[in-house]
């Protein structure tokens, strides 16, 4: 990057004037809480410091937040001019301030491929929501800095990218949409004496979750890890999120029980986002034949059928139904991240519609996603240009 210096991160860490709010001693004060829940729904939360649990991190226009807790999802996150109440962040954020970093320019960099593999390096934990980024690590990763002028081109040309990609997530959202509905509908149609009949999620289906990977088990070279941000919200495997690897003696040894099969319906278990319905949404995505060899990691769940009455694709439908969401929302634990696994699953009740039901809502979903499908190839251009753009970025390659 021309006439760019590298500096290490924690030279964007503020030290004086670094302070906390306990907001219960204001209790009739009005925040805007910066929170891992309010960046996942896309504002700050406003609460009364009486409603508000913990001391949090007083926060400024302009810092740059970054989310230390379920690493493998990329949250950075710019605070925005407050509309007039006083604004805190909870303790899951590093938080960086400094005049020579444009914050917008911070924040790509923060979300891109190259720093995320360097900040994954910085991660300890047994897994799921108990992993968390180190920051005294994080504040040793290097940071090319151009000058403002430069950053904020940069800048502007990703953000450029990043509303395209905007579009594309909410053209998503409406499929899912279109889906969820189709599942209602679904039940409409038991309704009309055609009733299914309610197992245990675990008579009709086997699961499993992946094994705690250690950080120095990882290798560069192998068999890959499948990692919570490796499922998309596109019902994708992208083996480029977060990508690890563990040795083949050890992928075929050790955790030989853990490799995924094709047709495996794969699916995360931790930092599981909630809607504005105040309802969980999970993703998942089969694995194909060009995922393989891979092998499941912490705070992944696979599924199979035990039953020929038991299918992954209605399983799949199911998995984005209201049915589902709320039993999950009601048992699910965690606070700034929801978690859950087997123990929970087991818990569950479907209900498998009559044969006819079934079969004609697996072709209608099936049409639907040909129709999603059709629009993938400029979809997936756009995923690699982005991959592209903010890789050239961060060494100079980008130009207006």
């Known amino acids: 990057m021309t006439n760019a210096r590298e500096i290490e991160l924690g030279e964007l860490m503020p030290q004086e004037g670094r302070s906390s709010v306990n907001p219960a001693d204001y209790p009739g004060e009005v925040f805007e809480l910066l929170s891992i829940p309010a960046y996942d729904r896309g504002s700050a939360e406003i609460a009364l410091g009486s409603e508000i649990g913990s001391t949090k991190q007083a926060v400024q226009p302009g810092d740059v937040l970054l989310s230390k807790i379920v690493p493998h999802i990329r949250r950075a996150w710019v605070v925005e001019p407050s509309a007039g109440s006083r604004q805190i962040a909870s303790s899951e954020w590093i938080v960086f301030r400094s005049k020579e970093a444009d914050a917008r320019y911070l924040r790509h960099f923060l979300v891109s491929d190259g720093f995320h593999r360097q900040f994954m390096q910085t991660v300890s934990g047994v897994g799921g929501s108990l992993l968390r980024a180190r920051p005294k690590y994080v504040a040793k990763i290097k940071i090319p800095l151009p000058t403002l002028e430069e950053q904020r081109r940069i800048a502007a040309i990703l953000d450029k990218g990043e509303s395209i990609e905007a579009l594309f997530s909410k053209r998503e959202k409406a499929f899912r949409s279109v889906e969820e509905s189709l599942f209602t509908a679904l039940h409409e149609g038991d309704n009309r004496g055609l009733t299914g009949k309610a197992y ?102 696979r599924f199979k059928p035990k039953k020929e009455a038991a299918s992954l694709l209605f399983l ?84 207006a």
């Not at 993703?283 to 060899?293: Q, V």
């Open 200 to 301: 245990s999620l675990s008579d009709v289906f086997w699961f499993q979750e992946g094994p705690g990977v250690r950080n120095w088990q990882f290798t560069t070279s192998g068999v890959k890890l499948l990692n919570v941000g490796n499922i998309t919200i596109e019902g994708k495997v992208d083996l480029r999120r977060s990508e690890r690897h563990v040795s083949e003696d050890e992928a075929f040894g050790k955790y030989s029980h853990f490799l995924v099969d094709e047709g495996d319906l794969l699916m995360p278990s931790s930092g599981i986002p909630i809607e504005g319905d105040g309802l969980l949404r999970t993703r998942s995505a089969f694995a194909t034949s060009s995922d393989l060899p891979l092998c499941m990691n912490t705070s992944t769940i």
């Open 316 to 399: 799949q439908g199911w998995l984005q139904s209201r049915e589902f969401r709320v039993q999950i929302t009601k048992l699910v634990t965690g606070s700034a991240q929801k978690n859950f696994g087997p123990s929970h699953l087991k818990q569950l009740t479907i209900t498998l519609p009559h044969p006819s039901l079934q079969d004609g809502f697996e072709k209608r979903l099936t049409r639907i996603r040909e129709l999603r499908h059709s629009l993938h190839p400029s979809e997936s251009n756009l995923s690699e240009l982005m991959f592209s753009l903010g890789n050239l970025a961060f060494k100079g390659g980008v130009s």
